[in-house]
Antibody, heavy 114, light 113 residues
């Protein structure tokens, strides 16, 4: 069955970067776009961007263009998102999702604190 | 960016009632090539990832109970939940995927009366 397994929670300092992963299984990784979505505590969802695992092509929300970098490793069916120059505003749960959103990872909690 | 305005922000219901959640987009989500509306509805329970209920405005995702009905076209969309069950208490979000950046509504919290 389709699964997206995300990396564990991260506690990072302001100004640092964090790289989180999303390991896909149960389907052909290169056939579907992977989306990344942010959810701040108690708030709605924000689309960060997507990556096409086949081509490596990306599409970013302008709001996150200088903050997020999306990559994939086809050999391990894993998508990555690196978030840089972190501030308290970046503390949130980050989700990866396959295709139109029928399958989501369990989320990675990122806490930015000194 | 396309703005998604969802209402109400919260709704208190009794089991067995029918509820309606509205979602309005700032521009049409109707794609002329495929003749489809690019609008999805998600359910999210506390501590869980969002779950896709409806896509293309009215197509129910596999395994979703038929009491969840999506309707609407253009800029006005509705999620109807008939005969609400206790397990339906959650937050509901609409999302447009007509154009990037894909955007979500602010959410509707469904609570027990």
């Amino acid at each position: 069955q389709v699964k997206l397994l995300q990396s564990g929670a991260a506690l990072v300092k302001p100004g640092d970067s964090v790289k989180m992963s999303c390991k896909a299984s149960g389907y052909t990784f290169t056939d579907y776009i992977i989306h990344w979505v942010k959810q701040s505590h108690g708030k709605s969802l924000e689309w960060i961007g997507y990556i096409n695992p086949y081509s490596g092509g990306t599409n970013y929300n302008e709001k996150f263009k200088s903050k997020a970098t999306l990559t994939v490793d086809k050999s391990s069916s894993t998508a990555y998102m690196e978030f840089s120059r972190l501030t308290s505003e970046d503390s949130a749960i980050y989700y990866c999702a396959k295709g139109i959103g029928a399958y989501w990872g369990q989320g990675t909690l990122v806490t930015v604190s000194s | 960016d396309i703005v998604m305005t969802q209402s109400p922000s919260s709704l208190a219901v009794s089991a067995g009632e029918t509820v309606t959640i509205n979602c309005k987009s700032s521009q049409s989500l109707f794609g002329s090539v495929r003749q489809k509306n690019y609008l999805a509805w998600y359910q999210q329970k506390p501590g869980q990832s969002p779950k896709l209920l409806i896509y293309l405005a009215s197509t129910r995702e596999s395994g979703v109970p038929d009491r969840f009905i999506g309707s609407g076209s253009g800029t006005d969309f509705t999620l109807t939940i008939s005969s609400v069950q206790a397990e339906d208490l959650a937050n509901y979000y609409c999302q447009q995927y007509y154009d990037t950046p894909y955007t979500f509504g602010a959410g509707t919290k469904l609570e027990l009366k």
